[in-house]
């Protein structure tokens, strides 16, 4: 399986502009698709956009299946008569660099409840028979999750462990009385989701028409609070409270001296097996629903993933535990066909692990600013070093932005020393024939350049911006995925110049996958 030839952005919707606090997929959206399509850029990668949870992270969901309800336009739904242009005004000073989700979540909640009290009293019934086909086609996840965050807000949303024990252990009495007590709720969250999942299509089509493809992103692991583990626990190792026993993380990387604690439940790949991975297949086939490509995030972990006791305070004292492995995308490609997969496959990466990623051609992943490192791995990281198969990144969301990456005297937050980061910058000036000046610049030449099929630059590198725009600091608990740009930031001149980039570096065409 191979990609041809193409380039692309690296940019949650999130980011995108516009007047509420926050990005959606509104008009602005779209503006975005134009600047893609001026550019002959051909692919948009964006984050997991499920409901976020803990941190507000895109990797910490509350649902596996769901949208993000703050995602959801608006101004879209005064369109559609839902909501009255006055319903939107507001004395609120949203911020239009970072997203202040103390004041975007209770906004944008309000709206969405008055949008649904006015579906429920008449307005918009033209929307009644495709929202009652909606649920009757995603019922096999919607049920749950829509309970699931009813009870949740009844609980004040405290994590479902703390529930009451029927609750906890799904008792079908409990469970019958409480669908009945927060039918309205439950209803009000099906409804975001199908405004959700409505607003998403016409998005994709819009950028399916203008030859841009969707690269969308599924993570191994599962938020613990998430509908997806309380419906489904006999997938996971939990005990009988619903604790998890292990945890998921990595060892010490470059990001943190004690590793990364993440917390996720793991899977019990055996009972997953024997049933033939139907919950992971129903997982891929609605993805590839809303996304015309997927990267998988932490790959390494279906080959081995990182087990650490759940009441450890570090992720250091964990094992290597074999995961699924091949049988678990045979059994996928068996079930769905040939799949569109990227393969991330950063951090210890074990000869067993390329094996894997090879032997179903998936493209793993090569970042330019971990070519400059002081280590084994670095030179192949190096553009000249590029297998065709690969997806080359400046850096991705967890990275520093590449000037952040380049002016950082002490380490950016990684486990890098002092004189480590100075010998990078002094390599990449010598590898790039640069003075430093526009780095960002020097990165994305090199990336368009790489023999790698396909190229994504964050829109962090493309805008020139400092570590202050960085998405995320892996390991810091609060004050990530925050950054937005502004309206303006997006010129003829921006979209000029990675037009000539893309024609140069023969990345203007439309992408497409061979098999």
């Not at 380039?7 to 007047?19: D, K, M, N, R, V």
């Not at 019934?125 to 829509?146: G, I, S, T, V």
């Not at 927060?182 to 405004?195: D, G, P, S, V, Y």
Request: glycine share 6%; hydrophobic share 40%; aromatic share 14%.
């Amino acid at each position: 399986m191979e990609f041809t030839r193409a380039g692309g952005i690296l940019l949650h919707p999130t980011s995108l502009p516009g007047p509420y606090g926050i990005g959606d997929l509104g008009k602005c959206a779209q503006n975005f698709v134009e600047f893609l399509h001026n550019a002959k850029l051909g692919l948009w990668q964006v984050l997991p956009v499920n409901p976020t949870g803990y941190g507000n992270s895109p990797y910490q969901t509350l649902s596996a299946f769901a949208g993000n309800p703050l995602l959801i336009s608006l101004d879209d739904l005064v369109s559609h008569g839902l909501l009255t242009k006055d319903d939107l005004h507001t004395t609120l000073e949203f911020s239009t660099d970072r997203i202040k989700y103390q004041d975007v979540m209770p906004f944008h909640a309000e709206k969405l409840h008055r949008a649904h009290e006015n579906f429920r009293n008449g307005q918009a019934q033209h929307l009644k028979e495709a929202f009652e086909r909606f649920c009757h086609e995603n019922a096999f996840w919607l049920e749950d999750y829509a309970l699931f965050i009813a009870l949740k807000e009844a609980h004040d949303l405290q994590l479902w462990t703390y529930w009451s024990p029927e609750l906890v252990k799904r008792d079908p009495l409990a469970i019958s009385d409480w669908r009945e007590k927060l039918a309205t709720r439950i209803n009000a969250a099906r409804f975001n989701q199908f405004l959700f999942f409505q607003q998403w299509h016409a998005l994709k089509a819009y950028a399916n028409e203008r030859n841009i493809k969707l690269i969308g992103d599924i993570p191994i692991f599962l938020a613990h609070d998430s509908a997806d583990v309380w419906s489904n626990p006999h997938l996971f190792h939990l005990d009988e409270g619903g604790w998890p026993t292990v945890v998921a993380g990595v060892p010490p990387d470059y990001f943190s001296e004690t590793g990364q604690l993440w917390g996720n439940p793991l899977y019990r790949w055996e009972i997953l097996a024997e049933q033939n991975y139907e919950w992971w297949v129903k997982r891929f086939r609605t993805a590839f629903e809303t996304v015309d490509i997927i990267r998988i995030d932490h790959f390494r972990g279906f080959e081995s993933y990182w087990e650490v006791p759940a009441a450890a305070d570090t992720a250091i004292h964990g094992r290597w535990v074999k995961g699924p492995g091949s049988g678990f995308f045979r059994s996928l490609e068996q079930q769905l066909g040939r799949l569109p997969i990227l393969a991330e496959d950063l951090g210890v990466i074990t000869d067993e692990v390329k094996a894997l990623r090879d032997e179903f051609g998936f493209p793993g992943f090569r970042i330019l600013q971990f070519a400059f490192d002081n280590n084994d791995d670095a030179r192949s990281f190096l553009p000249h070093n590029h297998p065709r198969n690969c997806v080359v990144y400046t850096g991705t969301h967890d990275n520093d932005t590449s000037i952040g990456w380049y002016k950082n005297e002490n380490g950016g937050y990684s486990t890098r020393s002092v004189e480590e980061v100075a010998t990078a910058r002094k390599q990449a000036c010598e590898y790039f024939n640069s003075d430093g000046t526009q780095i960002n610049w020097d990165f994305i030449r090199y990336a368009f350049a790489s023999v790698a099929n396909t190229a994504l630059i964050p829109m962090q590198d493309v805008l020139g911006l400092g570590s202050k725009s960085r998405m995320n600091y892996p390991g810091r608990p609060n004050e990530n995925w925050e950054w937005r740009y502004k309206e303006d930031d997006i010129t003829p001149e921006l979209s000029e110049k990675l037009r000539q980039l893309s024609k140069i570096y023969e990345r203007d065409g439309i992408a497409e996958l061979k098999f």
